[in-house]
């Protein structure tokens, strides 16, 4: 008999199918593969080549928070009160929404978790530099430094830059067009005020020529004012910049420290986190207090190279103080003079930094931040919430979320919100909330597949470019 298995393995094998088949068949599987998210493969949201780090639980926490900055971005335009206390408003019944309560409102708090972020990144540039530091490996520490600072502003910038390409391609094709079109005080359909987005232009020279002009305003890491609107393109990447910076500064101070004592070293950072608070510069501190934290965190493991067993105090101790930092980390930008659960804290920050603007806001998350770095780290107990496997993959696509969610909310998570809306109708909190959380719901999947490609297709290469650029540049003695 003809066994037909063994003459399809021939046919294959000597290329008696047209040439012109065999390829695209291949090129086919291989764009399915690529396209297929990572967590749907057969290991799940599970990395069999994942080496388990003292550390890892800092991209668990930097995971939870891109995500919560997604879904602020989404909503928050629908939900303006959130950034104002619960009974902080004017007293009229429109300040009692169950979101303004404290740790319930850090799901759509984006200023938070981005201070998070920082405290996290400062953390994470800081710990290679100080274990060389403190092992006195001072020619391998000028390595790193090198090495990290080299690569710096390639590694931030590219994979932005490539989501900034990719949100003006979108532009130039109409994508953005029902977003531009409800973006005005007569048409704009939700209660809170518009986030910022780009102006869309007719003719595709004058788009380029506006991102060309505000790519160079955004890209400046000395430019003191660079807010959201300054990149319309992507509000969510005024951070980028503010990263460089504060990454340089703080590695400055690791250089200028590195020879001094462990106790020197703390306190002199310290010092210069708290001049910088004061003197109005409320993201370096963050950086340096992760810095602070990465050597407390190296002190904790030369003391203790196997984590002792936590008891049962122990766990409600850290848990406790893990709840008082979330309760800080939950003042608003507006009312924590008159809200009952903040009024305290308004006191107190008044009399250290003053109450004008957002001096208490900043004071106190910042504290906040730093205070919730700092417990996780020392508690076995807290960082297994964050290295579950939804936590580590979160953390995995952190970035690539960050850069890419901004443009498909621009793009359609209005419209799933206005179409839920014409659906189901607006008039009752019930229905209301269908459009937001279900909208939310439905925005998941393709934010999370889109950011899982990015990731693959140019976040990671980018990260091998700047090695690969690193390694060629660099003098050979």
Known sequence: MLDLDATKEKVHDHGLLPSSLQPASASRKRLLHFLKPSFLGRNGLSDPNHVVRPTDFLDGMRGYAAFAVFFCHFAIPAHPKI?????GGHGNGDDHWIGQLPILRL???????VFLF??????????????????????SLFDSLFSATFRRALRLYLPCVAALLITLFLITFGAFNFADSIRTPETWPFPGDPIEGPHIYKKNWKQWRNFIKCLLAWVD????????ETM????????????LKCSMITWIAILGTAKCTSKVR????????????????????????????AELHLIRQEKYPKKPKETTLQKARDFTVFIIGLWLASYPRHGGRKSPFTAVLWVIAKHIVGDKGKLPLYFWTTIAATLLVWIVDRSQFLQDM???????????????LYC?????????????ILFLWSTFGNDTIFTYEIGVIGGFFLMIPPCLWVGDIFMRAVDTPCVNLTRYIEQRCMAQF
């Open 83 to 87: 950034h104002t206390a619960w009974g």
């Open 221 to 228: 890491p000395l430019n003191r004012l660079v807010l959201p």
């Open 118 to 139: 920082f405290v996290i990144s400062g953390f994470s540039i800081s710990l290679k530099p100080l274990k060389l530091a403190r092992r006195g490996q001072y020619a």
């Open 386 to 400: 964050f290295t579950t496997p939804v936590g580590r993959y979160l953390g995995k696509v952190s970035f690539p």
């Open 404 to 416: 890419v969610h901004m443009f498909l909310v621009n793009w359609f998570g209005y419209r799933l």
């Open 232 to 243: 319309p393109y992507g509000v969510q990447l005024w951070t980028i910049p503010v990263e």
């Open 266 to 293: 703390v306190w002199t950072i310290t010092g210069l986190a708290v001049y910088f608070h004061m003197q109005q510069h409320p993201e370096v501190p963050l950086f340096l207090a992760g810095t602070v934290l």
């Open 107 to 113: 799901v759509m708090s984006g200023q938070m978790c």
